[in-house]
């Protein structure tokens, strides 16, 4: 089973971008979809972009626009690249990983099978 590690969270300010990287290991990557979501204290993690192992995209609609996620197969790495971030973004990113499952958009935080520890992102204003 893949596991995975993100990177690239840090402090910015509102309108500022940030990159944030997932790398995985131990499995074979191709196989996976991969989702970024976010969690702040005391709420739901929230679903923000998803990416089939072929490259198709799917976006909440919060960060429609905004945020960009892409996959490197033969690096076996996911990116979310976040423009014009705002203080609502404030959160604690983590990629995730579920095994492909064709013509679907899997956003339920229950129907991934590995998690990253997660990055802290955060906008002031």
């Known amino acids: 089973q893949v596991q995975l590690v993100e990177s690239g969270g840090g402090l910015v300010q509102a309108g500022d971008s940030l990159r944030l990287s997932c790398a995985a290991s131990?499995?074979?990557?191709?196989?996976?979809?991969m989702g970024w979501f976010r969690q702040t204290p005391g709420k739901e993690r929230e679903f923000v972009a998803y990416?089939?192992?072929?490259?198709?995209?799917y976006y909440a609609e919060s960060v429609k626009g905004r945020f960009t996620i892409s996959r490197d197969n033969a690096k076996n790495t996911v990116s979310l690249q976040m423009n014009s971030l705002k203080p609502e973004d404030t959160a604690v990113y983590s990629c995730?990983?579920?095994?492909?499952?064709?013509?679907?958009?899997?956003?339920?935080?229950?129907?991934?099978?590995?998690w990253g520890q997660g990055t802290q992102v955060t906008v002031s204003s």
């Open positions: 995730a990983a579920v095994y492909t499952r064709p013509g679907l958009v899997i956003t339920k935080t229950s129907e991934y099978d590995t």
């Open positions: 131990g499995g074979t990557f191709s196989n996976y979809a």
């Open positions: 990416i089939r192992s072929g490259g198709s995209t």
